[in-house]
């Protein structure tokens, strides 16, 4: 059973930048494609960054490409996501996700269904 954690949310100002980790646990991990997602109140899930099993692959959602970074550390079992120039539109619970669907090695998705298992998700909030 694959277990995901989050952790680096909070209050930030706009214009401001956080790095939320996510730490994965279970076998085989290199194997799946991981995502990270946000939720606003009454909006729907969306992508916004994904990577790759073997972290050759990284994309980037249009809302957020040129301001986030995602990146990937099989042997410590971690992905990462770094966002710069934080916008109040952005504030959401964040989640990660991994995904073993076909080619989740080589490949990442950016649809809600094609991950398998979920973190409980962190809190970003921008504010001034």
């Known amino acids: 059973q694959l277990q995901l954690v989050e952790s680096g949310g909070g209050l930030v100002q706009p214009g401001g930048s956080l790095r939320l980790s996510c730490v994965m646990s279970g076998s085989l991990l290199e194997t799946y494609a991981i995502g990270w997602f946000r939720q606003a109140p009454g909006k729907e899930r969306e992508a916004v960054s994904c990577?790759?099993?073997?972290?050759?692959?990284?994309v980037y959602s249009r809302s957020m490409k040129g301001r986030a970074t995602i990146s990937r550390d099989n042997a410590k079992n971690t992905v990462d996501l770094e966002m710069n120039n934080l916008e109040p539109n952005d504030t959401s619970v964040f989640y990660c996700?991994?995904?073993?669907?076909?080619?989740?090695?080589?490949?990442?998705?950016?649809?809600?269904?094609?991950?398998?298992?979920w973190g409980r998700g962190t809190q970003v909030t921008v504010s001034s």
């Open positions: 996700a991994a995904s073993r669907a076909i080619n989740s090695q080589f490949i990442c998705f950016d649809e809600v269904n094609r991950y398998h298992y």
């Open positions: 990577i790759s099993g073997d972290a050759r692959a990284p």
